[in-house]
């Protein structure tokens, strides 16, 4: 698990930096292409979504306790 938040990580940070051997490691971890198709996927949807978030300013859930 530690291997794939590296990349999500990286893939985060800085996407240009990420190539084929970050899908080797994950690859060597275990992780099959379906799987970091999909982990690339839920990563950047989720950055894009928060980037479209902080861009038009929405601001954080209340607290509902």
């Given at each position: 698990?530690?291997?794939?938040?590296?990349?999500?990580?990286?893939?985060?940070?800085?996407?240009?930096?990420?190539?084929?051997?970050?899908?080797?490691a994950?690859?060597?971890?275990?992780?099959?292409?379906?799987?970091?198709?999909?982990?690339?996927?839920?990563?950047?949807?989720?950055?894009?979504?928060?980037?479209?978030?902080?861009?038009?300013?929405?601001?954080?859930?209340?607290?509902?306790?």
């Amino acid at each position: 698990m530690r291997a794939l938040c590296d990349y999500a990580v990286k893939l985060t940070r800085d996407p240009a930096s990420v190539g084929a051997a970050d899908a080797d490691a994950l690859r060597a971890h275990g992780w099959d292409d379906a799987a970091i198709h999909d982990a690339i996927q839920v990563v950047s949807y989720f950055n894009y979504i928060n980037r479209i978030a902080e861009a038009v300013g929405v601001e954080d859930e209340p607290d509902w306790t």
